[in-house]
């Protein structure tokens, strides 16, 4: 719980930092374009989507490479961490979604109020999964990465099949260009398949991360 | 804390790092863990940790230790401070992690430890000198008050006046707190005086384990004429010898008996006891090309 806690607190206070300074560099850059062209896109759904994942994945990273060791080395095992953090992915992944769709809420109001074009944004439980997927793939390549070196790479095709699952029906992205008809057929249902992908990428972040050892950096 | 070793093997790719050790610690002394570089004493350290999966047995009060919450809550190594810390935190951070995830942690004595050594508490950790950061990986080890505290060359890069501060930190806070310290360390002499016994290690292989008084009893120095210490060392283990004009002194192997003592005493030679260093220099002194 210790762990949790911590992981929580602190990565959600830092994204909730992150994604207000972005939302309002996101409008000013909105701004200044109005005043040259015409508004007929959402920036804030860009970053969310395009930009906010990698942030995510990034997290996933951090978790794994920096505070895994700080914790084992603070006599907590693998076991108590990864159980932490894969709770931790989950709420991130909300807290994370919670903030994109606050941005959406002021962004629409902006753009009501200045007669600017906007375009539909995924789901709340869409950017939820997203978000969750990419958390967690993150700290799964990350310790494939640290447990087998450049080995780690053959991890990436896995990450980036896991990744594409639950982008395919969110607005501004273009995943999956193969199966296009596949999350129409599924309907909501695919979210069911999103929802597998992150068991699936916290299965595999468990299974290499738990007898990983703690390597001596420089 | 008790702990015991059988059998343990470490291994990276090709490169054996320790070669199927077996040895007991009774516990609540401080113990040296001495080697020379890439003799195995890291690898030892992280499998008695914790920190790697151990091929053979690493036993803490009976227990196994990897991936044992109850066990892994008695230990802390600190190899350095990039174990404990990320470069970006402050000190300030180091220490709230240790206060946040360990039972045992003592945040007055880390705080009272950071003034000591010198280390401020805003400064991040990717910024500290080499010798701050080893200071920074005391505190870390003292205030956790582990049962089975581990320091690894915890001295690097510190200045004279800090080690001789971390050593008296060392002691007063083992008299107030006993438990099992290993410290592993290249300046043999200045911890010579706080180590109760000594494990060396050379190649991966347990080459010793004795209580340092012991260790120390093993050798002699002989003082004296420089042809009278030639012959009472003739046929003896000479570890090293100095000259000054016709005044000789040798470093000998091996306890003398009694009629060894007696010539000694008849050629007026003097004798007394040898450093530790000297004594693990020939213990791990290659042979033949090989250790």
Same mark, same amino acid.
């Given at each position: 719980?210790?762990?949790?806690?911590?992981?929580?607190?602190?990565?959600?206070?830092?994204?909730?930092?992150?994604?207000?300074?972005?939302?309002?560099?996101?409008?000013?850059?909105?701004?200044?374009?109005?005043?040259?062209?015409?508004?007929?896109?959402?920036?804030?759904?860009?970053?969310?989507?395009?930009?906010?994942?990698?942030?995510?994945?990034? =997290?996933? $990273?951090y978790? %794994?490479?920096?505070?895994?060791?700080?914790?084992?080395?603070?006599? +907590?095992?693998?076991? #108590?961490? &990864?159980?932490?953090?894969?709770?931790?992915?989950?709420?991130?992944?909300v807290?994370?979604?919670?903030?994109?769709?606050?941005?959406?809420?002021v962004?629409?109001?902006?753009?009501?109020?200045?007669?600017?074009?906007?375009?539909?944004?995924g789901?709340?439980?869409?950017?939820?999964?997203?978000?969750?997927?990419?958390?967690?793939?993150?700290?799964?390549?990350?310790?494939?990465?640290?447990?087998?070196?450049?080995?780690?790479?053959?991890?990436?095709?896995?990450?980036?099949?896991? =990744?594409? $699952?639950?982008g %395919?029906?969110?607005?501004?992205t273009?995943?999956?260009?193969?199966? +296009?008809?596949?999350? #129409?057929? &599924?309907?909501?249902?695919?979210?069911v398949v999103?929802?597998f992908?992150?068991?699936?990428?916290?299965?595999?972040?468990?299974?290499?991360?738990?007898?990983?050892p703690?390597?001596?950096?420089? | 804390?008790?702990?015991?070793v059988?059998?343990l093997?470490v291994?990276?790719?090709?490169?054996?790092?320790?070669?199927?050790?077996?040895?007991?610690?009774?516990g609540?002394?401080?113990?040296?863990?001495?080697?020379?570089?890439?003799?195995?004493?890291?690898?030892?350290?992280?499998?008695?940790?914790?920190y790697?999966?151990?091929?053979?047995?690493?036993?803490?009060?009976?227990?196994?230790?990897?991936?044992?919450?109850?066990?892994?809550?008695?230990?802390?190594?600190?190899?350095?401070?990039?174990?404990?810390?990320?470069k970006?935190?402050?000190?300030?951070?180091?220490?709230?992690?240790?206060?946040?995830?360990?039972?045992?942690?003592?945040?007055?004595?880390?705080?009272?430890?950071?003034?000591l050594?010198?280390?401020?508490l805003?400064?991040?950790?990717?910024?500290?000198?080499?010798?701050?950061?080893?200071?920074?990986?005391?505190?870390?080890?003292?205030?956790?008050?582990?049962?089975?505290?581990?320091?690894?060359?915890?001295?690097?890069?510190?200045?004279?006046?800090?080690?001789?501060?971390?050593?008296?930190?060392?002691?007063?806070?083992?008299?107030?707190?006993?438990?099992?310290?290993?410290?592993?360390?290249?300046?043999?002499?200045?911890?010579?005086?706080?180590?109760?016994?000594?494990?060396i290690i050379?190649s991966?292989?347990?080459?010793?384990?004795?209580e340092?008084?012991?260790?120390?009893?093993?050798?002699?120095?002989?003082?004296?004429?420089?042809?009278?210490?030639d012959?009472?060392?003739?046929?003896?283990?000479?570890?090293?010898?100095?000259?000054?004009?016709?005044?000789?002194?040798?470093?000998?192997?091996?306890?003398?008996?009694?009629?060894?003592?007696?010539?000694?005493?008849q050629?007026g030679?003097?004798?007394?006891?040898?450093?530790?260093?000297?004594?693990?220099?020939?213990?791990?002194?290659?042979?033949?090309?090989?250790?």
């Open positions: 719980m210790k762990v949790f806690r911590h992981l929580t607190t602190t990565l959600v206070a830092y994204g909730a930092i992150v994604a207000a300074c972005v939302f309002l560099a996101v409008l000013a850059a909105t701004f200044t374009l109005s005043l040259f062209a015409d508004i007929v896109f959402s920036g804030w759904m860009m970053v969310s989507v395009q930009i906010a994942r990698w942030f995510v994945l990034w =997290v996933g $990273v978790v %794994i490479h920096n505070v895994l060791p700080i914790a084992i080395a603070h006599g +907590r095992t693998r076991r #108590e961490f &990864l159980a932490a953090a894969t709770g931790f992915s989950a709420v991130f992944a807290a994370m979604s919670v903030l994109a769709w606050l941005g959406f809420l962004e629409d109001s902006v753009y009501d109020v200045m007669g600017w074009r906007n375009h539909p944004h789901s709340l439980l869409a950017y939820t999964l997203m978000f969750a997927v990419w958390c967690g793939v993150g700290m799964f390549v990350t310790a494939a990465f640290d447990r087998w070196g450049y080995g780690g790479a053959l991890t990436l095709p896995v990450g980036l099949a896991l =990744v594409a $699952v639950p %395919i029906t969110m607005p501004g273009d995943d999956l260009p193969v199966f +296009r008809d596949a999350p #129409e057929l &599924l309907g909501e249902g695919w979210h999103s929802v992908a992150w068991m699936i990428t916290m299965a595999l972040t468990w299974a290499v991360a738990r007898a990983m703690v390597r001596t950096r420089t | 804390m008790r702990v015991d059988q059998g093997t291994r990276y790719g090709s490169v054996t790092a320790v070669d199927d050790m077996s040895f007991s610690l009774s609540n002394k401080i113990y040296g863990l001495l080697g020379r570089n890439g003799s195995g004493k890291t690898s030892l350290m992280s499998a008695l940790a914790g790697r999966k151990p091929a053979g047995s690493v036993l803490l009060d009976g227990e196994p230790v990897f991936e044992n919450a109850a066990a892994m809550r008695q230990v802390c190594l600190v190899r350095h401070m990039s174990d404990a810390a990320g970006g935190d402050k000190v300030s951070h180091v220490l709230e992690y240790g206060a946040a995830w360990r039972d045992t942690w003592d945040n007055a004595y880390a705080l009272e430890l950071t003034d050594l010198g280390i401020s805003k400064t991040k950790v990717g910024a500290l000198s080499l010798g701050q950061g080893s200071a920074l990986g005391v505190v870390v080890g003292l205030a956790s008050r582990s049962p089975l505290t581990m320091l690894d060359e915890s001295h690097v890069g510190m200045d004279t006046p800090t080690r001789y501060a971390f050593y008296d930190a060392l002691l007063n806070d083992f008299m107030a707190h006993p438990r099992t310290i290993i410290i592993s360390t290249h300046l043999i002499e200045e911890l010579a005086s706080l180590l109760e016994e000594v494990v050379d991966g292989r347990l080459v010793l384990q004795e340092a008084d012991v260790l120390r009893s093993r050798g002699t120095e002989v003082t004296g004429n420089a042809s009278d210490v012959e009472f060392t003739l046929g003896l283990t000479v570890l090293g010898e100095k000259s000054l004009g016709r005044t000789k002194a040798a470093m000998v192997y091996g306890t003398l008996d009694d009629s060894q003592l007696i010539r000694a005493r050629l030679l003097e004798l007394g006891p040898i450093a530790l260093q000297d004594l693990f220099v020939h213990l791990t002194e290659p042979v033949g090309g090989k250790r």
